[in-house]
């Protein structure tokens, strides 16, 4: 019996108890489970998405720059702090000659930021380099595209499953930590049962 089917790389009950079980956690909301959805976790929310929808029709920023912003550590798309220490490069104001120009201004600033940092991390070279490719959108897409590739190899092999499976889970597990924990969301988790703890 499959619990959830992404695909034909489905988790059956039997390795989503095995996972509960080995991360010693305790099915008190029912039986074989941790939470009424099985693999329930945080996600990016709506207010996110739509603030980003209105800089962007706005013309603050383009397509370009969003997807520069989210190809940094693509793999961590929730509490990413190597992302988030690129904020610091981001202007707080920003002038051009026309509303149309806006993306083109705050990209140079940010550009300009980058350069001038000595000892740049591996974020701000990762950064640096997507707004300074000729199209970051399909960066960022082959990034994904590729994620999702190398991820479904290693569920598709019986060799690699088992051991790819718990990998994906403690990564769950550290975001509804991170969840719990942060002082932005917390509030949020209302109930216990809602993302429970060990």
């Known amino acids: 019996t499959e619990v959830f089917t992404p695909g034909d790389l489905g988790l059956t009950v039997d390795e989503y108890e095995t996972l509960l079980i080995d991360a010693g956690i305790t099915t008190a909301c029912m039986p074989g489970r941790d939470t009424l959805f099985t693999w329930f976790g945080p996600e990016p929310s709506e207010f996110d998405r739509r603030m980003v929808e209105r800089l962007n029709k706005r013309g603050v920023v383009d397509d370009g720059f969003v997807a520069a912003a989210l190809g940094v550590d693509v793999e961590a798309p ?26 083109d ?5 940010v550009i300009v930021s980058l350069e001038d940092t000595a000892m ?64 932005v969301s917390r509030p949020l988790n209302e109930f216990r049962g809602l993302l429970p703890s060990n």
């Open 78 to 103: 929730l509490f990413s702090d190597a992302r988030a220490s690129l904020l610091r490069h981001v202007p707080e104001s920003i002038t051009a000659p026309s509303r149309a120009l806006l993306p």
């Open 120 to 183: 740049r991390s591996a974020a701000e070279e990762d950064f640096l380099a997507l707004l300074q490719s000729a199209n970051p959108v399909a960066e960022l897409d082959g990034r994904v595209q590729d994620y999702l590739s190398r991820t479904q190899a290693l569920l598709a092999d019986p060799a690699t499953r088992d051991a790819h499976l718990p990998a994906l889970f403690e990564r769950l597990l550290v975001n509804r930590e991170t969840f719990r924990s942060s002082e």
């Open 105 to 109: 201004a705050l990209r140079a600033a």
